[in-house]
């Protein structure tokens, strides 16, 4: 009897079936079925995804790992979801005894990006309003196009040990991208340091791989992994423990199993 279940368990472990990879239109759903069904908040989504991204953060480039004596990070983010995930991410590292520093290519309206952004204010944290350059900014705009990027990609090697990609998100029409943002992902395609991107790298199109755009060594995905991260050869992380279970099954997601009480499992 004992071999006859020890011989189910070990026919059950084999047919644990793969991952699920979601497309942009499940990600939409699922994220609207926990707002409208589940009461789930969109600060309270922001909060837990924002902390998650931290978390990976401290696992994959850990302070004493960092090649530069001061803890320095440069944040990316957005005017959309994706950017308020960054601003809390950059919060809970400032905590967590990272220094991060905001650029923010435009500014949003929304009031909930606003409340993150004045919480970021409130710890001291700087932030740009423009990428940082050896000379002034009006100064750099007479420049020809390919100096000022260099001069971009350079002084962003020397002054930070890594960038979070917080820009653009799973809602992007990387199709059709205005300034300042191709400029921007010009420079993130030629700078050294690592690049962690949030959810999805900013110039990705969510259904698959990008065969031409940044390359990032860390992502993190949120929720569930989507479609554009089956090939990834980085370190993937995965935040989505908080998922009611209802939901994993019914959207077929077989999450992996999480560590002890961890909020996030590296893929």
């Known amino acids: 009897?004992?071999?006859?279940?020890?011989?189910?368990?070990?026919?059950?472990?084999?047919?644990?079936?793969?991952?699920?990879?979601?497309?942009?239109?499940?990600?939409?759903?699922?994220?609207?079925?926990?707002?409208?069904?589940?009461?789930f908040g969109q600060q309270q989504l922001i909060e837990i995804w924002g902390q998650a991204c931290a978390l990976a953060i401290t696992k994959a480039f850990p302070l004493r790992s960092l090649a530069k004596k001061q803890p320095t990070v440069l944040v990316i983010c957005g005017p959309d979801q994706?950017?308020?995930?960054?601003?809390?991410?950059?919060?809970?590292?400032?905590?967590?005894?990272?220094?991060?520093?905001?650029?923010?290519?435009?500014?949003?309206?929304?009031?909930?990006?606003?409340?993150?952004?004045?919480?970021?204010e409130k710890m001291d944290i700087p932030s740009l309003s423009y990428l940082p350059t050896e000379v002034s900014?009006?100064?750099?705009?007479?420049?020809?196009?390919?100096?000022?990027?260099?001069r971009q990609v350079q002084l962003i090697n020397d002054a930070y040990n890594l960038v979070i990609d917080a820009m653009m998100g799973p809602d992007a029409d990387c199709a059709n991208l205005r300034e300042p943002?191709?400029?921007?992902?010009?420079?993130?395609?030629?700078?050294?340091?690592?690049i962690a991107s949030v959810d999805v790298p900013s110039g990705w199109d969510v259904e698959e791989p990008s065969q031409d755009g940044i390359n990032p060594e860390v992502l993190i995905s949120l929720t569930a992994p989507k479609k554009c991260a089956i090939s990834f050869s980085g370190?993937?992380?995965?935040?989505?423990?908080?998922?009611?279970?209802?939901?994993?099954?019914?959207?077929?997601?077989?999450?992996p199993e999480y560590p002890g009480t961890d909020c996030l499992i590296e893929l």
């Open 235 to 255: 370190k993937h992380f995965l935040a989505g423990r908080f998922l009611p279970y209802d939901i994993q099954k019914k959207y077929d997601l077989n999450l």
């Open 82 to 120: 994706n950017g308020s995930i960054g601003l809390v991410c950059a919060r809970h590292l400032r905590m967590y005894e990272y220094e991060p520093t905001i650029y923010h290519p435009q500014r949003s309206s929304q009031s909930l990006h606003q409340d993150f952004t004045v919480q970021c």
């Open 1 to 39: 009897m004992d071999k006859m279940n020890q011989s189910s368990a070990e026919a059950e472990a084999e047919t644990i079936e793969p991952l699920r990879y979601l497309s942009k239109g499940e990600a939409a759903a699922i994220e609207t079925e926990l707002m409208r069904d589940y009461r």
């Open 137 to 150: 900014y009006a100064s750099a705009m007479n420049t020809r196009p390919v100096v000022r990027a260099q």
């Open 181 to 194: 943002y191709p400029g921007i992902l010009v420079t993130l395609k030629q700078i050294k340091i690592p």
